[in-house]
């Protein structure tokens, strides 16, 4: 015959693990919530057609690229947005766009992207303005998969831009 007290320990242990159960998958799902993706997927490019013959007006094709972000300047008007100054190359890009795609209460990440549609062109620093759904406060930009930490100052600057390197370079 069994004591009372072995099955009060399975009951217990069955109790642990369903509460740990629960506890895992609502972290995964507060995490998708936070990090998830706000659109959808998007559908794959078109394979590429060629042409038998080309032709001497045709204009290449635009490609879209990340802008690389030099300084990141909050808008004093409004608390959710910012301006980023982004290198791009002069006359040679159209659709300079900044999509805020994730936020979160700790950070909110941002795309830069351009088209290129031709090369050779000299760089020039332009704005462009994102807007994020809520006020920034002190939350962390993740700008193109890069970290912009804010200020004491209120802008923001690259993390780790200024640690020193131990590797001698």
Known sequence: MKSSGSVWFVYG??????????????????L??????????????PPAVTQA????SASP????????VFEIRPVVADDR??????????????SLRATTYAEGPGAVAVR?????????????????LATAT??????TLIINGTLWTPTP????????ANSARTDGT
Do not use: M
Request: charged share 10%; glycine share 8%; with cysteine.
């Open 13 to 30: 242990v069955a109790v642990v693990v369903t509460f740990l159960i629960g506890l895992l998958a609502f972290s995964v799902f507060v």
């Open 32 to 45: 998708s919530k936070v990090f998830g993706s706000s659109e959808p997927d998007p559908a794959p490019a």
């Open 53 to 56: 013959v080309p032709t001497p």
């Open 61 to 68: 094709a635009p490609k879209t690229t990340v802008a690389k």
């Open 81 to 94: 947005q910012f301006v980023l100054v982004v290198a791009t190359p002069a006359g040679c890009t159209r």
């Open 112 to 128: 830069v992207t351009q088209q290129a549609y031709r090369t050779g062109c000299t760089w020039q620093r332009k704005p462009v």
């Open 134 to 139: 809520r006020a920034l406060g002190t939350r």
């Open 153 to 160: 100052t209120g802008g923001y600057q690259q993390a780790l």
